[in-house]
């Protein structure tokens, strides 16, 4: 199957700070990415799509300026959590799509804000 | 209308037993169902996936049992075995290639 790779796998900061998450698919061009939270234990909740070269549509819900999605080439996404805080300490998991093909998902990012 | 629920929360299973999880939707644009497996730490990994024109599809161990007038499907796995502890998640999308609404997860603990 197609390779998405997350960067970086684990990542603390300070509350107040902006931590990046890049999203990268490998072995193919991505016309679509998705970027899912998850809470420990519980199932993955979608928080926007973003297609390349043009503004990410997020869900309900999710603040845009505090999550910001760039998209800018079709092999890489970058997830923008700013002032995080630390109810923002959550699993932050991305997939891309090719075409009409399923989905491949990356390893996850562990964001920790102390 | 969006979502997908999930049952059993946790599930325990003797090795070589059969593991059955079963998942209800309500929206009827859904045209893919999905189950992932997802290890402690790690993203989810498509195990299998069924269109609504199919009753059942199988691969290897794992089987989807798809009832459209029901709006349910299922996973059973046969043969279960420890290394195939893990949580399961069942998903549902309008395409192949459109986001996914996750259901709530199992648990799935197989015991020697």
């Known amino acids: 199957g197609a390779v998405v790779s997350q960067h970086p796998s684990r990542v603390i900061c300070k509350s107040g700070t902006s931590v990046k998450i890049e999203c990268r698919s490998l072995d193919f061009q991505a016309t679509t990415m998705f970027w899912y939270r998850q809470f420990p234990k519980q199932s993955l909740m979608l928080m926007a799509t973003?297609?390349?070269?043009?503004?990410?549509?997020?869900e309900q819900g999710v603040e845009k300026d505090k999550f910001l999605i760039n998209h800018a080439s079709l092999t890489l996404s970058t997830l923008t959590v700013t002032s995080a805080h630390p109810e923002d300490s959550s699993f932050y998991i991305c997939?891309?799509?090719?075409?009409?093909?399923?989905?491949?998902f990356g390893q996850g990012t562990r964001l920790t804000v102390v | 209308q969006q979502q997908v629920k999930q049952s059993p929360q946790s599930l325990i299973v003797q090795k070589g037993g059969i593991s059955i999880i079963n998942c209800a939707y309500e929206?009827?644009?859904?045209?893919?169902f999905p189950w992932y497996q997802q290890f402690p730490g790690k993203g989810p990994a498509l195990l299998i996936a069924?269109?609504?024109?199919?009753s059942e599809k199988k691969e290897g161990r794992f089987t989807i049992s798809f009832n459209k007038s029901a709006k349910q499907f299922s996973l059973h796995i046969m043969d279960s075995q420890p290394g195939d502890s893990a949580t399961y998640f069942c998903a549902a999308s309008m395409t192949t290639a459109s986001k996914l609404t996750f259901g709530t997860g199992t648990r799935l603990q197989v015991t020697l």
């Open positions: 069924i269109r609504p024109d199919v």
């Open positions: 929206n009827t644009a859904f045209d893919y």
């Open positions: 973003s297609n390349e070269g043009s503004k990410a549509t997020y």
């Open positions: 997939s891309a799509t090719r075409g009409s093909t399923e989905a491949f």
